[in-house]
């Protein structure tokens, strides 16, 4: 693995994560912005010092995506296997980005690794680690307890959490409105929306500091594994004392430590990203699916954060876009059934079903297409 190698898998990871940015982050600030609380500027301001916040608060995401995917035993997670896995995902963020569709880069990237080992290893299926370790299957380690289920469970969740806070909301100010005297000014709409506008400040940045504990992190992990097999295969020997920051030593646990200066790099890279183009994803979330108010923000915003960050702290790369868009459905729903634009949601349940195994076709295809070079 040679430096210019290594350096073209960090500088298209950072691309992936620039592109991420835009893609997903604006999933973080959809309801934010859409509900008029902030402007889009402040939104990306406030997005970009709370994923910055996040992305520095653990790296157990990160550790999953560096050390938890491909079997390193089987394969060597080499530049060309890293740089066709992040060009899939890459291309396949970009394409849903362009349709306004809010995809998982989340899943592109796993997906991605998932195809590109496998093609790498000669069509060899232990080259990805689907489950390892633990007890219990949900206690270990791999694809199928990290990423596939809960890439079913967490989206539930989310939509659940949100009805259910959105309904006890609802039944709060029905209640409130009822009452005579102090307690019935609570139920009025000028109040509501004046302590929810302000409420919704506070789980924005929740759910900010939320994506970057998670989504930020995967992007880490990537860098981290480059970086680990340059250091293993002896190329950052020579090396002069001042870049020593480069070399990333494997853990005693076969894992990866992920160094402060990738973190900064990819949360700052993922901040610009943010500012760059969520335009037209935010649309979709905070104006296409559901018309949202300051109440429903506040509920969608914080139903998902609760998801993401319990994810984060047990190291599982869920999908941002899953959970904040199931997260608005279910307080959609609580409001009515019909409030929800289904004809919106079908064309996003298409995407997430669709983003596994097409970032995992386009990276396969990728490494067989390399090796013809």
Not at 241 to 260: C, D, I, K, Q
Request: aromatic share 10%; charged share 10%; hydrophobic share 55%.
């Amino acid at each position: 693995m040679s430096p210019g190698l290594v350096a073209a898998v960090v500088l298209i990871a950072l691309a992936f994560t620039y592109i991420n940015g835009f893609h997903d982050t604006a999933n973080s600030i959809a309801t934010v912005v859409a509900t008029k609380v902030l402007t889009p500027g402040q939104a990306v301001l406030l997005a970009a010092v709370t994923n910055l916040i996040g992305a520095l608060w653990g790296t157990a995401v990160a550790k999953t995506i560096a050390a938890g995917i491909i079997d390193t035993r089987v394969i060597e997670a080499g530049p060309q296997l890293l740089i066709c896995a992040l060009t899939a995902a890459t291309a396949w963020n970009l394409l849903t980005w362009w349709w306004g569709l809010p995809s998982s880069s989340s899943h592109a990237l796993v997906g991605a690794l998932v195809g590109a080992a496998i093609a790498a290893a000669g069509n060899r299926f232990d080259a990805v680690i689907w489950l390892q370790g633990g007890a219990h299957w949900w206690q270990g380690a791999g694809v199928v307890p990290k990423v596939i289920v809960p890439m079913v469970v967490s989206p539930l969740m989310g939509f659940t959490l949100g009805f259910l806070l959105m309904g006890a909301l609802y039944a709060l100010l029905a209640w409130c409105a009822e009452r005579r005297g102090f307690l019935r000014r609570f139920g009025r709409a000028p109040f509501v929306n004046a302590f929810f506008g302000k409420a919704q400040i506070v789980s924005a940045s929740t759910m900010g500091l939320a994506h970057g504990m998670n989504d930020a992190q995967k992007s880490m992990g990537i860098i981290a594994l480059a970086l680990a097999g340059a250091t293993s295969a002896g190329q950052f020997d020579a090396l002069p004392g001042w870049l020593g920051f480069l070399r990333v030593h494997g853990s005693a646990s076969g894992g990866f430590e992920v160094p402060s200066w990738v973190a900064v790099l990819c949360a700052l890279t993922m901040a610009g990203g943010t500012a760059g183009g969520g335009w037209r994803i935010i649309k979709t979330l905070g104006h296409k699916m559901v018309k949202l108010h300051p109440i429903n923000g506040f509920a969608a915003e914080g139903s998902s954060a609760a998801v993401i960050l319990t994810a984060s702290a047990f190291g599982i790369p869920v999908s941002t876009t899953h959970n904040v868009s199931a997260a608005i459905m279910g307080v959609g729903a609580a409001k009515r059934w019909n409030a929800i634009r289904w004809t919106v949601v079908e064309r996003m349940v298409w995407a997430w079903l669709l983003t596994l195994p097409v970032s995992a076709l386009l990276a396969y295809a990728c490494v067989q297409l390399a090796r013809q070079w």
